[in-house]
Each structure stands twice: as structure tokens, then as C-alpha cells.
């Protein structure tokens, strides 16, 4: 593959843009490819090499690069009647009824601009009704660009910031538990429960993994919240309308949480975040409540009428059924790949989410694919060598995913995310073709 415009265009960008890039996670080794545009489930490059596409936008494109024509509409006519007006419109009304119809736990919602400030708001209500400091966090856990959650734990869950530029002291109030680690979360609330505002978590882990919860830990997370007075926080930015279709992560494994944060899919492609719960929480917010909370762009008529007709559409056709069915040929394929080249390397995800984890233990044998969409059991056949939270997907050989895997996989015209812990996602574009395509690359790069 020629990649000749995409690196001029970098050397370009390193001149005008930090690093090169708008987010860390788009750089990659040597540089990273310039998209002219999408085509489907594929990306077309500057240099014109066509990749099936993996990565959609990180998530947020449920239906690939090509919108159904009802949101395209949408789309188009909102924009042209004027982008955004600093007033409220119906569409916002109609996207936030469709939500709370759908999702178990939410009652209302606020929405604003991305899934950072969604998670930054979530955390200020719950220290608003708390009136507590302290928050809950998974370690490999993911929140976004956030003072709060951006740490590293020591031996007692206690921590300190991960990146420069955020005070020592903004750590005290966050507390990061291995997910999954029921005793961990024990010992914390033992110690800390009166001061505890929120445990905040991801469902599923999505950013180092994809991990799962084990039967019960959830549950025992919203035994102790109610126990102790603090709220549960589902941070559904990912799983949010991909696992479990329209009633989310949360609907799926059956565990309500107090307050939900999402994006990505909710907004159909365009920026967005929001914070659902119960009214009662909800109206924490100003101008109902107290917890201040407010966004120029927030409710965006585009992004609200692109959101509210992608999910009408995903409820009125059997998009779920295809990505979620594409998603399932996908990880049993590289399973089957992996048993033959591989066998260390674990196959994990659900719904239309899947990932390789380069684990360096393989299980005893191989009979039977793991459940997919589980909770981990112990039934499972690969129960023992499945990371069950962030530090075993860290333990895992994640330079040769970037430095050998990613690339052979890139040329051979699929596109993965280049970094060894994010999820790949399935579009509603994917077709049996793309995949059949994806695991015979898969065979020759492993
Ligand atoms: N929460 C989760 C679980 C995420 O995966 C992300 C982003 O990937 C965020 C929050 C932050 O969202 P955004 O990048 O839109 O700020």
C-alpha cells in the first residue's frame, strides 16, 4: 500500500496540531492514516486504499459511514434551517422521551457535548445529593479527559493522578478498585462508606479489554451503594445502545443503576454526552436544583435530530440482530483462528463488540467457544485465562498487538484500533463479506 499523501499530510499537521492529532488515541506508528472519506462499513484513505473499517469513530457509528435516510434528513434539515439557537427545540424533548422509554433507569436527562463532560457532570451531581467526596472508581476503567477519574491506585486503592497537569490533591477524593474485585469493594466502603458519593463504573469494561463482569459483582455493587447511601453510576458512553440494543448494558444484566452517563450512539455520529437517572436525582441539576451545570452547544438540534432517527430507526429494524449476529461470526472466526495459531490469545466482547486479547496463557483445552455476552462463569472453558479486569488485559503482550498485529492487518486492508485496548465495533454496513474478508486476514497476520 502506497501511503505517500497520508505522511505528507501528517509532516503537515505536526506543524499546526499537538502531536499531529486532535486525540492522543489517533496517533499511531510511524503516522497515522488521513481519511478522505467513508464508504459503508469501509474507509477510503488519502492515498486511496480502502479498509474495512473497525474502529467507527470509536464507537459512536452504529450504522457505519452511510446514515438510513431518515437521519440523513433529519440531519440536513436542521441544519439548514439554522445550526443551533441557545433555545430549546422539540427535537431534544422527543430524543430524551425515546431514552427514558427504553433505558431502565432513566426517568430524565441532560444533555451536553461529549461523554467526558457527561461522566464530569454525573460525578458533580452525585457529590451535590451526597453531599460527599469521595468516588468509587474500576481501575482500567475509562471516563474520559476528567480531573476525577484520570488515576492511578497504589496497593490500598488509594490514588494519584495518571498525567501530569492535575493536582496531587484532586486524587485524595478517588478511590480505584480491580473490577471485578468483590472483597476490594468490601474493604473500601468498610473504611470509606460514609464519605462515598458515587462508585462509578463501566458496565463492561470497554477501554481495557473488553472485560466482563463475573456473575454477582454488579449486584454487590448496588447492594453496598444502597447500604451506604451512595449512588451507583453506570457510564453506559460505550455499551450505551450497542450491548443490549435499546435498553443498554444496564437492561441486559439486569442491575439498575442510580445515574447513567452516555454518548457516542445516542448522539448518531455528532458530538454529544448525556446524564440520565431517576427525576429525583435529575433535578439536582440547575435550574431545577443546585449542581450547576450548563453547555453553549448542549442539545445541539443536528446531533438530537441525528440521535433521536438513529434509534427510531434501530427500533423499527433489525439492526441489532445484524451487527450483534456479525459480531458473534467475528469472535467465534478468530476464536477458531486462534485455537490453530495462537492458542495463548483470548477472544473477548459481546453484542457488536470484540476484541483479541494477546494473552500469554493458553487454557487447558478448547472445547467450546465461550459464552458470548456472558457475565463470566466458571462454566465457561475459558473462564481461568479470560482477563477478568484491567491489570490482566495490561499483563497481556499489548506491544506486539501495535508494533506487528495492527499493521500486518492494516495492509492487508483492515482497520483495527491501533492500541491493544479498545474495542473493535461492528456496523450495521458490516456484511457476511466484510467478515469473511476480516478472518482471512486475521489467519495470515497471526
Ligand atoms: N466514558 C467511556 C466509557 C468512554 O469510552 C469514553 C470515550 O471513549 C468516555 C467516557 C469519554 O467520551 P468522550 O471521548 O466523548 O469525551
Known sequence: MNHDRSRDLYDRALSVLSGGVNSSVRASMPYPFFVERGDGAHVVDADGNRYVDYVMGYGPLLFGHDLPEPVTA????????GPMYGAPTEVEVDLAEFVARHVPSVEM?????SGTEATVSAVRLAR??????KIVVMQGGYHGAQESTLVEAEGDYSTHPSTPGIPESFAEHTVAVPFNDETAVREVFAEHGGEIAAVLTEPILGNTGIVHPVDGFHETLRQLCDEHGSLLVFDEVITGFRVGGLQCAQGELGVTPDVTTFGKIIGGGFPVGAVGGRAELLEGFTPAGGVFQSGTFSGHPVTMAAGYETLKYAAEHDVYGHVNALGERLRSGIQDVCEEQAPEYTVVGTDSMFKTVFTREAPETFEGHCEAGCTQRESCPRYDVCPKNGADVNAAATDRWERVFWQEMKERGVWLTANQFESQFVSYAHTEEDVERTLE???EAL
Open 74 to 81: 433529519a440531519v440536513q434539515g436542521h441544519a439548514s434551517q
Open 109 to 113: 436527562l441532560r444533555f451536553v457535548n
Open 128 to 133: 451535590g445529593y451526597t453531599g460527599r467526596d
Open 441 to 443: 486476514a486475521y489467519k
